[in-house]
């Protein structure tokens, strides 16, 4: 499966982003989907996945929604109340669903091209 990630961009902190990311050359519903972000100099970290429910890093807990349109082949992040700490590129990833909850990114076989969010103070 090919996945394409869009949305990111400048925004104020305490704005809002939403992220999308769309899929092709699979069957997107049988797919666990879930985002990641690294920011420069940190290693690559958990935001937010949706399998056959949404779980969250407590980073974002709150700030954050992930949800899915298997209609349309998309994923999307929903971010509200941004901060600086946010700032980072966005990953959108695919995964088998066999495994029913996992924040770690090897668990994940296939990977967006990344969206740079930026949040001004």
């Known amino acids: 499966v090919q996945l394409q990630a869009s949305g990111g961009g400048l925004v104020q902190a305490g704005g809002s982003l939403r992220l999308s990311c769309a899929a092709s050359g699979g069957t997107f519903s049988s797919y666990a989907m879930g985002w990641f972000r690294q920011a420069p100099g940190k290693e690559r970290e958990f935001v937010a996945g949706i399998n056959y429910r949404t779980y969250y890093s407590d980073s974002v807990k709150g700030r954050f929604a992930i949800s899915r349109d298997n209609a349309k082949n998309t994923v999307y992040l929903q971010m509200d109340s941004l901060k600086p700490e946010d700032t980072a590129v966005y990953y959108c990833?695919?995964?088998?669903?066999?495994?029913?909850?996992?924040?770690?990114?090897?668990?994940?076989?296939?990977w967006g091209q990344g969206t740079q969010v930026t949040v001004s103070s």
């Open positions: 990833a695919a995964r088998s669903r066999r495994i029913l909850r996992t924040m770690s990114q090897y668990d994940y076989d296939y």
